[in-house]
Nanobody, 130 residues
């Protein structure tokens, strides 16, 4: 019933760009803060970016700041991640995740507690070659 479906991943060379999408259904998308999280092979989850429910507050991990842009279209129930200047270290499975309401972490522009995210997608693979 509840679904978050990521798409847009692929293989690119260093310096290239990709635009990821996350299509949501089965819940009130506009009431949730959304995040992008990634996982490299053999590594743990690495938070990338978060955007609030209204789409007017967005912030990023230092590793992607200035290269990635998170956005959302609540009318389309879709979250996006524009990735420019890709590096091999960006290679990972990228997931979108939904978190309820406005937490302290959002107000302070901090990484959200990922274990408290309510919904997760299945991921889309991004591979960046050198």
């Amino acid at each position: 019933q509840v679904q978050l479906v990521e798409s847009g991943g692929g293989s690119v060379q260093s310096g290239g760009s990709l635009r990821l999408s996350c299509a949501a259904s089965g819940f009130t998308f506009s009431r949730y803060a959304m995040s992008w999280v990634r996982q490299a092979p053999g590594k743990g989850l690495d938070w990338v970016s978060t955007i609030n429910s209204g789409g007017d507050i967005a912030y990023y991990a230092d590793s992607v700041k200035g290269r990635f842009t998170i956005s959302r279209d609540n009318a389309k129930n879709t979250l996006y991640l524009q990735m420019n200047g890709l590096k091999p270290e960006d290679t990972a499975m990228y997931y979108c995740a939904a978190s309820e309401a406005t937490g302290w972490w959002l107000l302070l522009r901090r990484e959200p507690p990922l274990d408290e995210a309510k919904y997760w997608g299945q991921g889309t693979q991004v591979t960046v070659s050198s």
